[in-house]
């Protein structure tokens, strides 16, 4: 329940900005009072590793590689500032030691789609047929979905 205080400030203010009570912000909880990016003490210069293994920077949501929340990998980054231009779309970076934070220019590598999953099928292994080996039959039973005897 807000408190008639509260009610009195919001309709005032309402009035002096010529608009509804409903049509104010709702800003309880905000009180501002929390430290935010480079002054928060755990503040890593906007630099994290992402669940995939890339490293991504903090470039800000209106920068042309950035995702939803203002991160871009550091990997397109730099290859973009080294190429003078963006990547086309059947274009990939590919990590020449496979380590997927080592973006130094001298590790990175431009080729097309099909070169890259020509590279990485070749190091797969293969069984007798020619077929990938994943570790298990396609038609075998996963362990966990068998059904023991009752």
Do not use: K
Request: charged share 35%; glycine share 8%.
């Amino acid at each position: 329940m807000v408190s008639r205080s509260t009610r009195c400030r919001r309709r005032r203010r309402a009035t002096a900005l010529g608009c509804r009570v409903e049509d104010l912000p709702d800003n309880r909880g905000r009180h501002g009072n929390h430290a935010r990016g480079s002054h928060h003490p755990r503040w890593n210069h906007g630099r994290l590793v992402a669940s995939d293994g890339y490293v991504l920077l903090r470039v800000g949501r209106t920068h042309p590689l950035a995702d939803p929340n203002g991160y871009a990998r550091e990997h397109e980054l730099i290859i973009v500032a080294a190429l003078g231009r963006r990547l086309r779309d059947d274009e990939i970076i590919h990590h020449t030691d496979y380590d997927r934070t080592n973006n130094r220019v001298e590790n990175l590598q431009i080729m097309t789609r099909a070169e890259h999953n020509h590279l990485h099928n070749n190091r797969r292994d293969r069984n007798d047929e020619g077929r990938f080996v994943n570790g298990r039959e396609w038609d075998e039973i996963p362990p966990e979905l068998e059904i023991g005897d009752a």
